[in-house]
């Protein structure tokens, strides 16, 4: 058993955490990384960046090696009788989108974090936190069998949706919250090279019934699309739904379309959403990205909160706080709470079997959707900055300040 002592130890190597250990190691600290997986494991995700997500890339100077691959210019919706075509709006977030395999996108973060100069432990698992008077004090990382004990100053926890770790240190999801479950697969495709991202609101199954859920398929210039579907949930109303069945049965009704094969690589995973979790920070360590529910609940997105939480988790190091418990989920609050917390109020009418059929037809049909639905994506991808002063802006931030007033005391990172 070695011991090890260092400013900031990570855990978790997916976009958050190598972020993370980026920023922390460009602000001059020791830096270690541990994961569980192989640099470059997979996720099951739908592979797309929106403009968000590419900003927080540019900050890193990691943005030029995705969008010189491929850019795409924003979502096409389709469904009861319409298509939508909504261009990410122009914002302090830019206008390019883009899309690549996590195996490569996740490989290429970690990669720059170990150039940056953290170190990085691969098929390294962190185990037993010891926690003294809310202090980390020390972890245990076992690493082809072999245990190390890892003191640091400052412990941040990126380690996804399952939070193994973070729970251990208290960490607590609310089911009673909208939360996203959803399938991915990876399938050849003659329009790998199609500039937008496709999402398909209006599923059917071989009886022509509505089901409840929502499809897409993202472009990645490689020759395949990601190719996924699914549906919003709460533990009243779970979303009663096999999402790699339908994975499959969308995959058929879209195979002409997009010159699809076969789906391959099929795997289903759950997405926390909009903060809807506790118990996120002690006194020298903070819980980040999906471990923190850092997901859009009204598009799913999730990479994009992974990297500005990395981002602002690292300002708080030298910020000279003694204690982390409360400055946190704080932070997570007043940077994400009220835009969160109106999409997840938003997104639990999506968990009605009832209302896409009524409103879908209405929304992405005609004129109305023409001018409804690209507000409707901007507003659904959260790129609304604090200085947009637009009249859409402002009733967003009005709805956000009411819902936030209403729901006071729902489960929001406390
Ligand atoms: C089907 C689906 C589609 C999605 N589509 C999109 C999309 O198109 N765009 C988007 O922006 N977001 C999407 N998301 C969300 C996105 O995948 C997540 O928000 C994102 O992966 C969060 O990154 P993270 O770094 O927080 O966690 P992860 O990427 O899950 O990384 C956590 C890492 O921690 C490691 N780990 C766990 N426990 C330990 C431990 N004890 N010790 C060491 N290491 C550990 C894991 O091995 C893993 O590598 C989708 C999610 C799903 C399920």
Wanted: glycine share 12%; net charge neutral; charged share 20%.
């Amino acid at each position: 058993m070695s011991d090890v002592a260092v400013d900031v130890l990570v855990v978790g190597a997916g976009p958050a955490g190598s972020a993370a250990a980026l920023h922390a190691a460009r602000a001059g600290h020791e830096v270690l990384v541990v994961e569980a997986g192989p640099l470059g494991r997979d996720k099951t995700c739908g592979d797309g960046l929106t403009p968000r997500a590419i900003h927080q890339l540019e900050r890193l100077g990691l943005a030029d090696a995705i969008t010189s691959h491929y850019v795409n210019h924003g979502l096409k919706l389709h469904g009861y009788g319409g298509d939508v075509t909504a261009p990410w709006p122009s914002s302090a977030y830019g206008t390019l989108g883009s899309a690549m395999p996590r195996t490569a996108f996740d490989e290429y973060l970690a990669r720059a974090a170990i150039a940056g100069g953290a170190t990085v432990w691969d098929n390294a698992t962190a185990t037993a936190p010891d926690v003294i008077d809310g202090t980390l004090t020390r972890v245990t990382v076992t690493r082809s069998s072999v245990e190390s004990t890892v003191r640091a100053r400052w412990v941040i926890v990126a380690d996804g949706v399952r939070s193994t770790f973070g729970r251990q240190l208290g960490r607590e999801w609310h089911r009673g919250e909208v939360y996203g479950i959803a399938a991915r697969s990876y399938v050849s495709s003659s329009r790998s090279d199609d500039p937008w991202m496709h999402s398909h609101v209006e599923l059917r199954d071989e009886d022509d019934t509505i089901l409840p859920g929502y499809g897409w398929i993202f472009p990645l210039a490689d020759g395949t699309v990601n190719l996924g579907c699914g549906a919003l949930s709460t533990d009243a109303r779970p979303a009663r739904l096999n999402t790699k069945k339908l994975l499959a049965h969308y995959a058929r009704q879209q195979r002409t379309d997009w010159g699809l094969g076969e789906p391959e690589r099929v795997t289903s995973a759950m997405l926390p959403m909009g903060g809807a979790v506790s118990g996120v920070a002690g006194r020298n360590w903070m819980i980040i990205g999906d471990a923190a529910a850092g997901v859009n609940p009204l598009n799913g997105e999730g990479i994009d909160y992974g990297l500005e939480m990395a981002e602002h988790a690292v300002t708080l190091l030298d910020a000279g706080y003694a204690d982390l418990t409360d400055v946190w989920p704080q932070l997570l609050r007043d940077r994400y709470g009220e835009a969160f917390l109106l999409a997840r109020t938003a997104a639990r009418l999506l968990t009605y079997p009832k209302f896409l059929p009524a409103v879908g037809p209405l929304a992405l049909r005609g004129p109305v959707g023409a001018r409804l639905m690209p507000t409707a994506a901007r507003l659904m991808a959260n790129l609304i900055t604090d200085e947009d002063r637009d009249l859409m802006a402002r009733l967003w931030r009005a709805a956000g300040g009411t819902v936030s007033a209403v729901r006071r005391g729902t489960p929001l990172w406390s």
